[in-house]
């Protein structure tokens, strides 16, 4: 599994309307940098979360623009999701389609036939072989308020099936040995251009902020904290925890940038 960096850095960047791609750029010079992700010789795979493609809580254009133009020295970069009950991954991923070219192409997982079996929660699993390493793995999700989390909830798009609905009866065991099979998540962003008060909300408030880091159950821990989330409460970071994945007490995180308070009261005027 690839280690966590110690100490947990996470970094709270602000912007204005257009301007995500410099905020992006701030925030992993300020977690100590990618270059060691960025390179000619690993492939980048990019899972944004996005449940269901006619709402509009999920990632901006912008916010995957900047993540994609931060790895410019990858081969190839692969935005990827599954089919779920909603639709086709395939369809799902063409509202990002003004960003894919020949370097940065779309990828159902659910329609990969190169398969690796797995072990999830009992269950033999058979998982696209790009979510391997020695490919990157990025999860980027949006600043919500749930106990399910974004980041680590994210990784439930793995799953090839459609009808997901069997997973939440074990999910943070799912979450987590998916999470352990594909070697972890080499950079976790929130995309915080709006905050959204519940796992389902379509209408979010305006935030424009990134939260992003190397230690994805601590960038999980940072946004939940920053919604008033009670970090107790969330099973899934909790078990992310008791394994040792990562750390999730916000007080042993280095939080660089923005604090928390300032985040949270931006947050509390704009309701």
Do not use: C
């Amino acid at each position: 599994m690839r280690g966590v960096i110690v100490p947990s850095k996470v970094a709270i960047t602000e912007f204005d309307d257009g301007d995500v791609q410099q905020a992006f750029q701030q925030a992993l010079k300020l977690i100590g940098g990618i270059d060691d992700l960025n390179t000619k010789k690993r492939k980048v795979v990019i899972k944004p979360g996005v449940f269901h493609h006619k709402k509009k809580n999920h990632p901006t254009l912008g916010v995957l623009n900047a993540i994609i133009n931060g790895f410019d020295r990858a081969p190839q970069i692969l935005v990827t999701e599954s089919d779920n009950y909603k639709g086709a991954g395939s369809e799902r991923l063409q509202i990002w389609r003004e960003a894919f070219t020949k370097h940065v192409v779309p990828f159902n997982l659910s329609e990969d036939t190169d398969t690796k079996q797995v072990k999830i929660a009992d269950e033999n699993i058979g998982l696209s072989h790009i979510l391997f390493k020695p490919n990157v793995f990025v999860s980027v999700h949006v600043l919500r308020k749930t106990e399910y989390g974004t980041i680590l909830k994210n990784l439930l798009g793995l799953m090839p099936e459609s009808k997901k609905a069997r997973f939440h009866k074990k999910l943070p065991n799912v979450l987590m040995d998916a999470y352990a099979a594909i070697g972890g998540i080499d950079l976790a962003v929130i995309d915080g251009t709006y905050g959204y008060k519940t796992i389902t909300s379509d209408k979010g408030v305006k935030a424009n902020i990134l939260i992003a880091g190397r230690d994805a159950v601590a960038v999980e821990a940072v946004g939940a904290t920053v919604m008033g989330v009670k970090l107790e409460k969330m099973t899934i970071l909790q078990e992310a925890i008791t394994r040792g994945t990562g750390e999730g007490n916000v007080a042993k995180i280095q939080i660089l940038g923005a604090s928390i308070e300032a985040v949270k009261g931006k947050l509390e005027q704009q309701k």
